[in-house]
């Protein structure tokens, strides 16, 4: 099937630090979507985008639809350790619009240390 | 209290051993979707509903069968489970699809033997 490259796989930073990670696709998207699964729990939504070249923001996390609509990006600003968990891209293909088809990226996880 | 629930939690089994995994959200919802995690592969959608009797698949449906007979209820069927059907499973819903904020229930891990 088709795949979304999340990068970094993993990251360990200090606390207070800023974290960016990213998903790339060689295929279009229409839709990005970041999630956040804590430790023994399901993936929680934290930001939706739709439109190219869109930035959003909840609270210290920000997010970008890229201008190609083939990546975007997740920034977090001044890690603390609640932020602890595993972040997921996902993405519905421009191809398959009007299904309800979603893939995610491999995952990053984070460890922020105190 | 909102909630989509999945039982069961943790399934131990033995391969040809059909099983089913039940899922039920309270809110109402239209959409449902069953995903798989494996380590290094993130979540791979199985199979969603967009609403009642209307079932398509994800990117991983081979071994699997869903229906929608009632709009809360969402089970995943194994008809004879494999040793790489040994995963982490989560059901989900959402309001009218994807791009709304999609529940998660809590998971299920099932190991087949």
């Known amino acids: 099937g088709q795949q979304l490259n999340q990068s970094p796989q993993s990251m360990f930073i200090q606390e207070g630090e800023d974290v960016s990670m990213n998903c790339t696709s060689s295929?279009?998207?229409?839709?990005w979507l970041w999630y956040k699964q804590d430790p023994g729990e399901g993936p929680v939504l934290l930001i939706a985008?739709?439109?190219?070249?869109e930035l959003t923001s909840n609270g210290r996390l920000t997010a970008q639809f890229g201008i190609t609509r083939k990546d975007s990006f997740l920034n977090i600003s001044a890690s603390i350790p609640s932020d602890v968990g595993i972040y997921f891209c996902?993405?519905?293909?421009?191809?398959?619009?009007?299904?309800?088809?979603?893939?995610f990226g491999q995952g990053t996880t984070l460890q922020v240390k105190p | 209290e909102a909630q989509v629930t999945q039982n069961p939690r943790y399934l131990i089994t033995v391969t040809g051993k059909k099983l089913t995994v039940t899922c039920s959200q309270n809110?109402?919802?239209?959409?449902m979707s069953w995903y798989r995690q494996d380590p290094g592969l993130g979540l791979r959608q199985i199979y969603y509903?967009?609403?009642?009797?209307?079932?398509d698949k994800g990117d991983v449906p081979e071994g699997y069968k869903v229906s929608r007979k009632e709009k809360r209820n969402f089970p995943l069927i194994l008809e004879s489970p494999s040793p790489n059907q040994t995963s982490l499973y989560f059901c989900?819903?959402?309001?009218?699809?994807?791009?709304?904020?999609?529940?998660f229930g809590p998971g299920t891990r099932l190991t087949v033997l």
């Open positions: 295929s279009i998207f229409n839709t």
């Open positions: 989900a819903s959402s309001p009218r699809g994807y791009t709304d904020t999609q529940y």
């Open positions: 509903s967009m609403n009642v009797e209307v079932t």
């Open positions: 985008l739709y439109k190219a070249g």
């Open positions: 996902a993405g519905q293909l421009a191809v398959e619009s009007n299904t309800g088809k979603l893939i």
């Open positions: 809110m109402n919802h239209e959409y």
